[in-house]
């Protein structure tokens, strides 16, 4: 049994009733890294677009951005 992160990216946009596009605007991320990382398609996060992210979200909980889950592989 393994751990995965998974980033929590579309419940973040739907709670706070934006886009992806608009969050990318926000955040100076570029919507197909923001993607990549919302369909957990990326294996490596970039710290400054979790800090950037976390900054639009008004958050300091990394919690609310990723979590970590048990995988069966």
């Known amino acids: 049994m393994g751990k995965k992160v998974v980033v929590k990216l579309h419940e973040l946009i739907d709670k706070h009733n934006i886009s992806m596009r608009e969050l990318s605007r926000r955040a100076d991320v570029r919507t197909e890294a ?6 957990q398609k990326r294996r490596n996060i970039n710290f400054g677009h979790l800090e950037r992210i976390a900054e639009t979200f008004d958050t300091n909980d990394m919690n609310e951005i990723l979590t970590l889950v048990d995988t069966d592989d």
């Open 34 to 39: 923001l993607n990549e990382l919302a369909n």
